[in-house]
């Protein structure tokens, strides 16, 4: 079992910049593909970011590529994203997810363990 706490998520103005953060407490963190979600009022779930068990690999959607960088400290068992030039349509509850896997996908229907989730709004 892993459990995921989220933290850094807040009010930030458009152009502005967070830093997410998801701590795991994963026995052996390595083995453990993370990955970022997010869920905007009305809408379905939207995958964000994730990285491999190394850390060596990431991938992102087009809509935050460029923007948000996902990366992971594996001696603190903890993954971040860092988000840049945010934008309102960026407004969601953030969610960490981990996989009993080290290899990465978009898919959330294959990630086995998920975080309480951490607010972010963006005015305009």
């Known amino acids: 079992q892993v459990q995921l706490v989220e933290s850094g998520g807040g009010l930030v103005r458009a152009g502005g910049s967070l830093r997410l953060s998801c701590a795991a407490s994963?026995?052996?963190?390595?083995?453990?593909?993370m990955g970022w979600f997010r869920q905007a009022p009305g809408k379905e779930r939207e995958f964000v970011a994730a990285?491999?068990?190394?850390?060596?690999?990431?991938i992102y959607p087009d809509s935050v590529k460029g923007r948000f960088t996902i990366s992971r400290d594996n001696l603190k068992n903890t993954v971040y994203l860092q988000m840049n030039n945010l934008k309102p349509e960026d407004t969601a509850v953030y969610y960490c997810?981990?996989?009993?896997?080290?290899?990465?996908?978009?898919?959330?229907?294959?990630?086995?363990?998920w975080g309480q989730g951490t607010q972010v709004t963006v005015s305009s």
């Open positions: 990285i491999s068990g190394s850390g060596a690999s990431t």
């Open positions: 994963a026995r052996t963190f390595t083995s453990n593909a």
């Open positions: 997810a981990a996989r009993r896997t080290l290899y990465i996908t978009r898919a959330d229907t294959s990630y086995d363990y």
